[in-house]
């Protein structure tokens, strides 16, 4: 009877466990058919520039839909509603459109569902979000999977030009036509920037094709034109940067020397060594400074130069340093790459005394030698001074100790001597 009953117990759960299943599967099977991704797109790929129309589109896939009302919201600051399909109403920034098939469900809808033209407004990023209810034309509501979108009006303002917009120049002469600043975004500008500087030098790799420059002049109301920066080709380019004064007369060109290349070795124009026998030059010696100065004495005719390229097999130029003049020189040196197209130049300003200032020269020389042995003797005789000084302290200092030790002695022999007699008493 026990098992009996049991037996009906098992064969009941065995059933109401096939019911579930079956009911699972259908349910399962029946949500499956009822999800959809709803998207928006836009017809521009790349950035919208201000004023410029665009359209918005609502998609749909992973399903079909006989009938649905959407909700499309948008940033009105940034984009203003232009046009769109029939049967819809816009209340602010929220576009609601509504759509049925009216053949009773024979032209179901995937795809583009609809399409509305906008117009952008103003710079930055606007952001565009649907939301609505979706329907099957077995009249069953489609779980939508919703994903918005933002479009960027303009371009992202960058570092750069975050930069330019807090500094500018404070030097309002009106012939004033040099920069206070000028950066770029890359790293490797060599030298580093000065306002008398007007040649630099930069090497990239092949992946970029342009560099964003910020240049601002010294004058807030001189005028700086950018070029050559962009659409940078294989090899040399040449981005200039032409300043204006604010009268019109004075025009300085900063330029930057732009190697593209896929090969930074065969493209090295660095130097590794730099120097002039018996000359000394300011700044000291790095490879990334191309510019210096030196003075030399009238007597000097030609320069030793030594340069040495940290690449090999690169070729060294070395020009002017030969029947140097009285009065400013420059020595060039030039180095052209084992690639064969790129360059650096080196510059060394040569000052050479004429005879009146050899002569005054020397005599400052003379003077300030003289100045040195006379500060050099009375260090010594200070010195001397003071180490018999010194002598002298520490002699009282041995004197000092020995009485001290003789008294002492003295006065234990003393003590000594006493209590002996004191033992020779009688009683």
């Known amino acids: ?33 009822n999800i959809g991704k709803i998207f928006l797109s836009s017809n521009k790929a790349t950035n ?12 749909l896939e992973n399903n079909k839909t006989v009938a649905f009302t959407s909700h499309l919201y948008f940033d009105e600051t940034k984009v203003e509603y232009i ?9 602010g920034n929220h576009i609601i459109y509504v759509w049925h098939d009216v053949t009773g469900g024979n032209n179901e809808k995937d795809g583009v569902l609809a399409t509305f033209k906008f117009k952008a407004k103003d710079n930055g990023m606007s952001n565009f979000v649907i939301d609505g209810e979706f329907y099957t034309k077995k009249e069953q509501l489609i779980e939508a999977e919703f994903k918005e979108l933002q479009i960027q009006i303009g371009k992202e303002e960058s570092k750069l030009q975050q930069e330019a917009n807090e500094e500018q120049g404070t030097n309002i002469e009106n012939k004033n036509a040099n920069l206070k600043v000028l950066r770029i975004d890359k790293e490797g500008l060599v030298p580093s920037f000065q306002e008398d500087i007007y040649e630099y030098y930069l090497t990239i790799l092949n992946d970029v094709n342009e560099i964003e420059v910020l240049a601002i002049a010294d004058n807030p109301n001189a005028t700086v034109e950018i070029t050559g920066n962009t659409n940078l080709k294989e090899g040399i380019n040449t981005t200039l940067i032409k300043v204006t004064s604010e009268d ?37 010696f790095d490879t990334n400074v191309t510019n210096y ?46 690639n064969g197209f790129s360059r650096k130049q080196y510059k060394i300003n040569i000052y050479k005394r004429n005879k009146e200032e050899e002569i005054k ?14 500060i050099y003797k009375e260090e010594k ?15 009282n200092i041995t004197i000092y100790v020995i009485i001290m030790c003789i008294l002492i002695i003295s006065g234990l022999i003393v003590v000594y001597l006493k209590k002996k007699s004191n033992k020779n008493k009688p009683f």
């Open 1 to 33: 009877m026990i098992f009996r009953n049991n037996k009906k117990i098992i064969v009941y759960l065995i059933y109401i466990f096939i019911l579930i299943c079956t009911l699972n599967i259908n349910f399962n099977k029946s949500y499956a058919n």
């Open 48 to 59: 919208i520039e201000k004023d410029e129309e665009f359209e918005i589109m609502i998609n």
């Open 83 to 91: 046009s769109g399909p029939e049967n819809v109403n816009v209340i």
């Open 248 to 284: 019109k007369t004075t025009t300085n060109t900063y330029k930057i020397n732009i190697t593209k290349t896929n090969n930074l070795q065969t493209s090295n124009t660095n130097l590794e060594i730099l120097a002039i026998e018996n000359v000394l030059l300011y700044p000291q």
């Open 293 to 338: 100065k030196a003075e030399v004495s009238n007597e000097i005719n030609n320069l030793n130069v030594l340069a040495i390229p940290e690449n090999e097999n690169a070729k060294v130029e070395i020009n002017g340093k030969d029947n140097i003049k009285e009065g400013n020189n420059l020595v060039s040196i030039n180095i052209i790459a084992q």
């Open 361 to 374: 020269y020397n005599e400052e020389l003379k003077n300030n030698k003289d100045k040195l042995e006379e």
């Open 381 to 395: 005789v200070s010195s001397e001074i003071e180490n018999i000084i010194n002598e002298e302290k520490q002699k």
